[in-house]
């Protein structure tokens, strides 16, 4: 058939109403499955392809959702991806992505975007230049349903799927003093992003437990990079005391850690300890091999758009949760092992 083919096409095939094709191809309830079904196969049989902008100009829906990541150099966000993709496909949505390059400009730039493609909500990771949330609440007055994913900010109320990275400051801490290091440092990051606050008050909890003084010479606020990474660990390792162990704030960081010790001629475990976070791809690849912890991040990617598509379908804007809160899990490799590399 040369012709794009239509519902009309289809109606005339069928000897039915073309109102009866669309609300059968819509999934009206109208309609019974017997017809709905047969529409279905002669539509799949004429090849008939469904014009999704007018389609959404009628119905409201455009059946896209945009999501918002702060970097797609790194794996983390990727995967999270791929667990929404998958979730939206299965569920009949397409996804939108946009890169914010962790600048706040772009982030809004980035919605204003959404905005104009229709899309029916939005999944968001907060850059790290983000101070300012109006965008985000501007979004929800619009009546656009918005859920937060890894980087949230718990005051807006926005309801969000992260780790809980108390527990895995603390757990990364704990296990550089259980592997007999002592005096343990912390790269930090930004301290306005929830995720970062967390895991320096986790490794405060951990200090504390155990009964160490928090020393606030062992804490530089990095800017979650490779090079922050090697420029704080420079300036930790010329302390009078330096440390003998690096808690990293995620595994870019703890990536320019390990160089910058390298660089020093310190050998790792076996001088200083590394642990970092977020468990990258490149974190087994390297020598030594990086201890992390995982974020479980197809299952928050999951989560997120599970969170969404309650918000698309209840009219009121509201979910059961509010926040759902992954496990951190400790993946145990050679930057931490001094005990077994002496």
């Known amino acids: 058939m040369s012709h794009k083919v239509t519902i009309a096409d289809i109606a005339r095939k069928l000897s039915i109403a073309p109102a009866t094709v669309s609300r059968a191809l819509n999934g009206h309830p109208a309609i019974s499955d017997k ?11 004429l090849q008939y392809k469904r014009n999704n902008i007018a389609s959404s100009l009628r119905s409201g829906k455009s059946n896209l959702i945009g999501v918002i990541i ?7 966000f990727g995967s999270v991806v791929h667990g929404i993709e998958k979730l939206a496909n299965e569920k009949g949505y397409n996804v939108l992505i946009y890169q914010s390059n962790e600048s706040h400009e772009q982030e809004k730039k980035g919605l204003e975007a ?71 440092a912390h790269i930090s990051g930004p301290q306005h992003i929830d995720v970062f606050r967390n895991r320096f008050q986790g490794y405060k909890n951990a200090l504390k437990t155990h009964k160490i003084a928090f020393d606030p ?35 870019f960081t703890a990536l320019g850690a390990l160089k910058q010790l390298k660089a020093l001629g310190r050998r790792v475990p076996q001088d200083v300890g590394v642990v970092g976070f977020a468990n990258e791809l490149f974190g087994e690849h390297i020598t030594p091999s990086l201890t992390s912890f ?41 930057s931490s092992q001094r005990k077994t590399n002496k």
């Open 35 to 45: 017809t709905r079904k047969l529409v279905e196969k002669t539509a799949r049989k």
């Open 70 to 76: 702060p970097s797609a150099e790194i794996n983390f």
């Open 114 to 184: 959404f905005l104009h493609a229709r899309v029916d909500g939005v999944l968001v990771s907060i850059a790290k230049d983000t101070t300012d949330y109006s965008h985000f609440l501007d979004l929800r007055e619009q009546g656009i349903p918005l859920v937060f994913f890894d980087r949230a900010k718990e005051e807006l109320q926005i309801p969000a799927v992260v780790v809980d990275d108390l527990k895995g400051g603390y757990a990364a801490t704990e296990l550089l003093l259980t592997q007999g290091y002592t005096r343990i």
């Open 217 to 251: 010479q062992l804490v530089v606020e990095g800017y979650v990079s490779i090079g922050s990474g090697q420029q704080a660990t420079q300036q930790l390792m010329a302390l009078p005391q330096p440390p003998d162990a690096i808690f990293a704030v995620e595994d």
């Open 294 to 334: 995982d974020q479980q991040t197809v299952l928050m990617g999951r989560e997120a758009t599970g969170l969404l598509l309650q918000l698309l379908e209840n009219r009121e804007k509201t979910v059961t949760k509010q926040k759902i809160m992954l496990e951190p899990i400790a993946v145990i490799r050679d």
